[in-house]
């Protein structure tokens, strides 16, 4: 019943920036936590960053001052803006929320279908 598109990804050199955009869809009543993570040739999928419907955020040790996890609830959009990128953030990123749908009394992890970020000269 939610969907998650994200959008944003590509080729960018070292030093680079990049903007992740992930957008949900459906019969929604409500998303709490929204957030990103990110899977790296040969390793598991991480937590990059996530964030409450009340603002507060949370960052991999990886990522802090580096990346900026934010949201525009009216749209129900979660964006990641990643400066100063490095080559060991390449990988797949995937969106994810926690979301009530109209149909349910529970709450749920949705997932995108994620998006590649290649860092690389």
């Known amino acids: 019943q939610v969907q998650l598109v994200e959008s944003g990804g590509g080729l960018v050199q070292p030093g680079g920036s990049l903007r992740l955009s992930c957008a949900a869809s459906?019969?929604?009543?409500?998303?709490?936590?929204m957030g990103w993570y990110r899977q790296a040739p040969g390793k598991q999928r991480e937590l990059v960053a996530n964030?409450?419907?009340?603002?507060?955020?949370n960052y991999a040790d990886s990522v802090k001052g580096r990346f900026t996890i934010s949201r525009d609830n009216a749209k129900n959009t979660v964006y990641l803006q990643m400066n100063n990128l490095k080559p060991e953030d390449t990988g797949v990123y995937y969106c994810?929320?926690?979301?009530?749908?109209?149909?349910?009394?529970?709450?749920?992890?949705?997932w995108g279908q994620g998006t590649q970020v290649t860092v690389s000269s």
């Open positions: 994810a929320a926690d979301a009530r749908a109209y149909s349910t009394d529970y709450i749920r992890r949705y």
């Open positions: 964030i409450t419907s009340g603002g507060s955020t």
């Open positions: 459906g019969t929604i009543f409500s998303i709490n936590a």
